[in-house]
């Protein structure tokens, strides 16, 4: 008998901000096909899935799982949970203000396959990115505007504008302040990332553009956004891993959101590693895991109080 997961997760971030909120729903695919929809109110959060089975839903959180009222109706066919009083006050207070809602159903029946959807609440939009932007360049002067600088991988240079990456990037600004080393030269060196990474990040940087590219690839990006502190571009890379992680890499994902602080990425790691426990902590990625970072393993563990 084969045992299947399905998942699905909503992320929201800033979710102190959000007074009100209706998703849509989730629209039915061939593997997965269930209504699904999220409403957030000013008093509770509650979700409702349509479906003959019914579904395990939980709302996770820096510290774990938050308690909800979790309700089925099987003559409606309907699995919903709400959290409300006490619990909804908690939602409010996220230290990272963010807030990832999982809703898994396990089936006992052979050939069924397993699929995972994830989904934002709100999708990436060039105009806005463009706007921002144009708004962070008129922090600098019109000559400012019009000075380049290099940013070099090994023995290859990338020509960027230094105003487009000052406005973007909060620690490349401070690079470039009077007295520094990176101000008389004009240049950056960079030792930690390859040239193709680079090149990626710069013309993100005036699209705010971010094409589909490979898991490794993007973690790579990621890495170098969060290093840089260029929030838009984190974001972008988060919104394409996340339908790219799989129980063979969800490993690096873990570590790459603990690493740096990622609450969303540590959430989607934690929620897939949690539908899959019984067979993950046989595997050598687990063996790895707590051979090289142990306390990471741990974290994990802990995280669902296995």
């Known amino acids: 008998q084969q045992r299947n997961t399905y998942l699905c997760a909503w992320y929201i971030r800033n979710y102190s901000s959000v007074e ?28 409702e899935i349509h479906d003959a089975d019914k579904w395990d839903i939980s709302i996770f959180t820096h510290s774990g799982k938050v308690s909800l009222f979790n309700r089925w109706s099987a003559h409606a066919c309907v699995s919903s949970a709400s959290a409300i009083g006490e619990e909804f006050k908690k939602l409010k207070q996220l230290p990272n203000n963010d807030c990832v809602i999982t809703c898994r159903k396990i089936r006992f029946k052979e050939g069924i396959p397993k699929s995972a959807i994830i989904s934002s609440e709100t999708p990436a939009k060039n105009s806005e990115y463009l706007n921002s932007l144009k708004s962070g360049l008129k922090n600098y002067p019109g000559d400012f505007s019009k000075e ?45 990332i390859k040239m193709p990474v680079l090149k990626t990040l710069v013309s993100y940087l005036y699209s705010g553009f971010l094409p589909d590219c490979d898991f490794h690839f993007l973690c790579d990006l990621y890495y170098v956004a969060s290093k840089y502190d260029i929030m838009e571009l984190q974001l972008a890379c988060i919104r394409l891993l996340l339908g790219k992680v799989t129980l063979k890499n969800m490993f690096r994902v ?45 974290e994990a563990s802990t995280f669902f109080d296995l």
């Open 20 to 47: 009100t909120l209706y998703t849509e729903e989730t629209q039915k695919l061939p593997l997965f096909p269930y209504c699904m929809k999220v409403h957030i109110f000013p008093e509770k959060v509650e979700v």
């Open 148 to 192: 380049k600088v290099s940013l070099r991988v090994g023995t290859e240079t990338e020509v960027v504008n230094k105003a487009v990456l000052c406005a973007r990037s909060p620690v490349f600004a401070k690079m470039f302040e009077a007295d520094m080393k990176e101000l008389k030269e004009k240049t950056v060196t960079i030792t930690d």
């Open 254 to 298: 873990l570590k790459l959101s603990l690493s740096h602080n990622d609450e969303l990425l540590k959430s989607v790691a934690m929620t897939l590693l949690s539908a899959n426990i019984e067979t993950i902590i046989l595997t050598p990625h687990w063996k790895n895991l707590m051979h090289d970072d142990p306390e990471i393993a741990l």
